[in-house]
């Protein structure tokens, strides 16, 4: 689709800031610029929620994260409890349930709240934690709305710590390198952004689908992450959205959407066009279309395997851990007391675009989004 | 992005309608199912308008048909009309131009008059072809407004002669094997369609800038094969829509859309998300998403090169002239005295969603798609 003429002439691997992030990404799995200091003593982090997430791929990161270490567990099931604890030599002292939780505060051994719980939890667990004395890393979506989020936003500031989101995409090097094309120019000017990610939901009876548990369906779940890659992409908030809902399984998703597509406009003039669904496989993207080329993730949010093409090239990057890449990012920001990029207010920001969506679905009219 | 398992048990190449449909399009072009008959005369085709379109594709085209000839040019510029006849062995008594067009009523070399005119003409010449007792083939978009499109169908059909639009994509192998796959379910139950395609246009002068002769921009000439996509996947006409534009460049995109995004809602739950823009590359595809995988066309819209792959399959079909390929089955359609695919209708439903995508736009809600 691309001649030869829109390709830039410089090798997109050898270019200055690329190529600095990607030997960074090489090196220490993340592109803050900040490497490992092996003197330094790794962050505590107390998983909160032993499920699939946890299981098969948060507390497999911590084991390859340079400042963080699997440090306690918070479960309802006391069957896990001893399994945790031998697997990961986690200290008897350090194991809570979510009556004892509490008494997290004056564990030493923990730094960080790493919350993995269902969405609807997030907001009290953020702002017990907080209370506790701990930083606090929260799954997405943030919460179930914007008003919790800022709520514990305050909580956190109030206790004077870190509060930050599993982004886990803006710290994988696909996904930095595409931002750093589109803002190079590499595309030339960003006009138009295509984003989608869905999946085809199995259980019926999984608390995804209860909208007291996950605040919503599939948007909340994943399209939140082509809403991010918009987001991310531009460096912009979006101004309006307009947004539809289809239900084809009215059973299933009684509760919760089960596919939304919706459109953003920005302040530069970039459209964005998004979809998402709780009911099919193979949606996984992210398309930028520049005046002069397009760069593309396809796919763009699994959580190995990304692929990245710029204006007809792929560009071979290391696949790594996200979930390694954003604790260790996390962990650095609270040793260097700055905040995250992917702070509080990225969630709350987040939520009140999700919020305009279900209400452009239920007013059927353009929604003006709020700001932070 | 798919396992094997989504895959269908047979091959489809191998597979019944689809196969039938592959085998037609090698042999005639098309898949009507109408074999040329060599005793039969071609019917004469006059083309109304030499710009870019008839010089590089549909007299070229015509050379290749088996239903038709090139019998008669209609043009406004003097220059034009020995070098065309020239080269297409045109008949003296077969050029016109616009001011004596309607002597073409006399003309037995001309079964079929074909517009290739700006948009805003469309009406005119067609009203007036049909008035001279001919056929009308007519360039999409039909008309710059659905009354319009309603007014060229009633004169067709008070003249009793067939009208149908200039919809290439219906004609190629590609398209019609992905609407079998769609149909045949091979991808599952079709849920969502995403289509776009558009181009950065050159020259700043050129007619389609101007709305009085184009009647808007890249919806009305590019945006149209995206529309058309998701009818002809669906088989079904848009319930409502809602639509978003965005300008970049006020100067050159003054009096027309310069970037559309838009959603449709079919009846069948089908959810559609749609771009179109005159201000960049690479746009060019549709993605039918279905409950058990997907198929896409990328390219889906150039006139050749056209790409199609099913459940990560990429399909090897012949590449195809699409204008041969129309002009054939409307030749076929006139001998046989049915109504193309393509008819005059399939133009106005295009109008009237186009008339929807722009009513949304001013008036920033969802609007229902008025019925033909």
Redesign the interface.
Known sequence: ??SDK?LPRRDFLSAGVSAACVAAVARVGYCSGVPAKEETKKLGVALVGLGSLSTNQIAPALQKTAHCRLAAIVTGTPEKEKKWADKYAIDSGSIYNYENFDKIASDDNVDIVYIVLPNSMHHEYTIRAAKAGKHVFCEKPMANTAQECREMIAACEAASKQLALGYRCQFTSHHLNLQSAVREKMI??L??I?A?F?F?IGDPNQWRLKKALAGGGALMDVGIYALQACRFLTGEEPI?I???E???DATKFAEVDE?I???M?FP????????T?Y??????KVVA??????AKM??AYSYSDLQLEINGKKIELKQQDHFASELDDFATCIRENRPSKVSGYEGLKDLLAIEAIYK?IEN???VDVQTA
């Open positions: 689709m691309h829109n030339g000017e006009k138009m295509e989608g869905g085809r309006s307009m947004a539809q289809t239900k084809t596919s597509t919706w459109m406009k530069s003039g970039v459209d964005a066009y998004c979809s669904s009911n099919f496989n193979g949606l996984n279309y520049g005046s002069n080329g397009l396809d796919p452009s059927r009219t353009s």
